[in-house]
């Protein structure tokens, strides 16, 4: 049944969605992953597994109260298969995945975030999905010491929120981050098992370009090569699905009949060559410095909130006097009438 916070966390915010609910339904097929990424997703596929036997069945959930719950941090580049890694675990369990993207769930007043925070939790509990925090160093950053700004202060509310409700929390929870070396010392000892996704190497990149086609339906020039490929570009998955889908638009837009076009090895090359400059260009600044931080993120939406909550007191003080002098002369006009 909708409620307000439903309604709050389903809405958009700046476009994308805060906290959605995604029905699960890709598994670990999806997803070429290299041999050590891959064994390390098994074993915390067998935690998930054996978690019913170890606190319910064998009673360690009656020694300890606290806890019980699985957090996995799924930490690597982007595009090496974070995501949809946390969609097949889901799967696996029979669950949704409720996906949270902190930076979009930022509140702009000073004291909100962390009540949504607590929030998310509840919410995953209500639904019994599973939880994944997408881009966490965001949300699970170093805490400051001795802060003495107020984004500082929210900041390390945001960290002490979290990691009270992953102790209470008796679900599976995911992070993804591509930068963990961001990450508060404190969540080491409540992340049960951390998985690094390692870019994939020429046999995986093969693979991939050949899974994100259509084996009978996609239209290939007798030139195409994918080892060749895989040799010539190492990318991530994410990249070669981006170049796929650009070749597959330049193809489609040459002209003729469309039952003789055909993805061609040079339209490949040259889509991966456009993802390529493009990522070139996304990690340049306009002011010649990097991308901001979490800390940097906090800081300008406090600062909105406190320039929000000034702007509201100028008003409510403008209104206030204005209602003390019309006040005053209802008093000096009753009085002038009553002599």
């Known amino acids: 049944m909708p409620t307000p916070l439903r309604d709050l966390f389903a809405g958009r ?68 298969g974070k995501t949809i890694c946390a969609e097949a675990i889901a799967t696996a369990l029979g669950k949704n995945l409720l996906s949270v993207r902190y930076a979009e769930m930022e509140s702009m007043w000073a004291g909100e975030t962390p009540k ?49 409700e992953l102790e209470a929390f008796n679900g599976v929870v995911i992070f993804a981050t591509n930068l963990a070396v961001n990450f508060d010392p404190a969540f080491e000892r409540r992340i049960r098992t951390h998985v690094r996704f390692e870019m994939p190497g020429v046999d995986e990149r093969e693979q991939i370009w050949r899974v994100q086609l259509h084996p009978l339906k996609t239209p ?23 170049a796929v889908l650009k070749a597959a638009t330049m193809a489609a837009a040459e002209p003729g009949d469309d039952s003789a076009k055909r993805i061609q090895q040079s339209q490949f090359e040259r889509a991966m060559e456009e993802v390529l400059s493009g990522k070139n260009v996304m990690q340049q600044s306009l002011f010649g410095e990097g991308a901001p931080t979490a800390e940097d993120r906090m800081m300008r939406a406090v600062e909105a909130a406190e320039l929000r909550w000034r702007k509201t007191a100028q ?16 008093v000096i006009v009753a009085l002038v009438r009553a002599f």
Do not use: C
């Open 13 to 80: 915010i700046g476009g994308r969605r805060a906290v959605e609910t995604v029905t699960a339904h890709r598994t670990f097929a999806d997803v070429i992953l290299p041999p050590r990424t891959r064994a390390a997703l098994d074993q915390a596929l067998s935690l998930v597994h054996s978690h019913e036997l170890i606190f319910n069945r064998w009673g360690l959930g009656e020694r300890h109260s606290t806890g019980l719950g699985l957090a996995f941090n799924f930490a690597g580049p982007p595009g090496t």
């Open 116 to 164: 949504n925070v607590a929030a998310v939790f509840r919410m995953a509990t209500e639904e019994n999905a599973v939880l994944f925090f997408d881009e966490a160093d965001a949300i699970a950053s170093r805490r400051t010491t001795g802060a003495t700004q107020g984004y500082q202060r929210e900041s390390n509310t945001v960290v002490n929120v979290l990691l009270k």
């Open 220 to 242: 290939l020039g007798p030139d195409v090569n994918f080892r060749v490929l895989a040799e010539r570009y190492e990318v991530s998955g994410g990249d070669i699905k981006n």
């Open 315 to 330: 008003v409510a003080v403008g209104m206030a006097a204005g209602g003390i002098l019309l006040g005053l002369l209802a």
